[in-house]
């Protein structure tokens, strides 16, 4: 829990801050895997680095303090953080998935749980109702996404913490898209956050990193002893520059969000654009429970053209915005998520949760808006056949 009132202290000075020894304001690295022990059958406090570092440690305890938690857990990546929370569940466990959840979540429970019979089940989370009959006995968890990825759908993450209390199952919430400066899950009720802090945790696109918090004892120890026995831990270097990273979330993300806003906006009213999907547009579906559960719509916009632009032409004539997998990075980004990030959902699967050909995802960087939008002004313009 916070020292601070507001989360921009929390962001420089949360968790465990500086360095006791010497005074340095930054934690330092601690670049080892293992530490004297002063006798045997001691209980020290560091033994060996895959189960506690001291710089991963201040991450951890920064995370966990600023997504309003107990305990924080980092790892090598996003998908390693997934995984480990997919291993507390045992063989004849199902999870349910929201429609559009990240490719890379969908695979690791279609390719590599499913041979451990922890099977998945995909439903659309908004309709709670309909959700509630599907909440069959060896149903263990819900994960979700919101706004989910790529199509930017809001699942109302208060009411779907109350019917999973209801059932006693988990409700894990992937809050990448948002980071705990725009919405807090755990504080609407979920059981677990993960996130992906290669996207705006991490914020400049040169680390890869899963996070993972949770506000409960049991499921800590839980977590705790999965993340010391399977070993996907972050490394002392990354977990430093992730902490640096932290730091300016709350300026980056106002600006990025302010982009954010003003290109929706463009895309709306730009006669080549077919659908805009941005949960911070008034008119969007979800956005009055994406306003009463976080702080505004973020920065991801997806988009389709109508069928006489040429997207492949599109993706070529950008100049300043990059056609690259990720997202919330400073710089601004695109992609096309049939082929890229959800390629790895069969195609029938993609057409019935709306993942068309023809959709474009942007993350929207901090550069100046007015030369975003006339990149891909120019961009569109080039693409008309
Ligand atoms: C990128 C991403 C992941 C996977 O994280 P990695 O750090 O790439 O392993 C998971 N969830 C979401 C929403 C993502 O965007």
Same mark, same amino acid.
């Given at each position: 829990m916070s020292n601070y009132k507001y989360i921009e202290s929390s962001l420089i000075h949360g968790g465990i801050y500086g360095d006791k020894y010497t005074g340095a304001v930054n934690v330092p690295i601690y670049q080892t895997s293992t530490y004297e022990q002063k006798e045997l059958g001691g209980t020290p406090q560091w033994e060996y680095s895959r189960t506690g570092n001291p710089t991963r440690a201040a991450l951890e305890? #920064?995370?966990a303090e600023l997504e309003n938690g107990t305990n924080g857990f980092a790892f090598g990546s996003g998908m390693a953080a997934i995984t480990a929370v997919l291993s507390l569940f045992k063989a004849g466990d199902k999870v349910i998935i929201s429609s559009n959840v990240y490719g890379g979540t969908f695979r690791v429970l279609d390719k590599v749980f499913n041979n451990f019979n922890i099977t998945y089940s995909i439903e659309d989370t908004t309709d709670i109702e309909a959700l509630d009959r599907k909440i069959t006995s060896d149903v263990k968890a819900v994960l979700i996404e919101s706004p989910a990825n790529p199509l930017l759908t809001i699942t109302d993450i208060s009411a779907i913490s109350g019917l999973a /209390? /209801? %059932?006693n199952i988990l409700t894990i919430v992937d809050n990448t898209f948002m980071t705990p400066y725009l919405q807090r899950p755990l504080d609407l009720g979920a059981d677990i956050v993960i996130h992906s802090a290669t996207k705006y945790l991490g914020g400049h696109s040169d680390l890869v990193v899963g996070l993972v918090v949770v506000k409960d004892r049991i499921l800590a120890e839980k977590l705790a002893f999965i993340q010391n026995s399977t070993g996907g831990i972050l490394g002392?270097?990354?977990?430093?520059? #992730?902490?640096?990273g932290i730091k300016t979330l709350g300026v980056r993300m106002d600006r990025h969000v302010s982009n954010a806003e003003k290109a929706a906006e463009y895309l709306q009213n730009n006669e080549a654009v077919k659908n805009v999907y941005y949960p911070g547009l008034?008119? *969007?579906r979800g956005y009055d429970i994406n /306003?009463?559960?976080? /702080?505004?719509?973020g920065a991801m916009i997806s988009f389709e053209l109508y069928s006489n632009y040429n997207i492949r032409k599109f993706f070529s004539s950008l100049k300043l915005v990059a056609l690259a997998e990720s997202l919330g990075?400073?710089?601004? #980004?695109v992609c %096309?998520? *049939?082929s890229m990030t959800h390629a790895s959902i069969p195609y029938e699967i993609r057409q019935k949760i709306g993942i068309t050909?023809?959709?474009?995802r942007l993350s929207i960087g901090i550069e100046n808006i007015e030369d975003i939008l006339t990149d891909i002004d120019q961009a569109i313009k080039e693409s008309e056949e």
């Open positions: 305890s #920064l995370i /209390k /209801k %059932h002392p270097f990354d977990s430093f520059l #992730l902490i640096r008034p008119n *969007a /306003k009463r559960q976080a /702080k505004n719509g990075g400073v710089e601004s #980004l %096309h998520p *049939a050909d023809g959709l474009i």
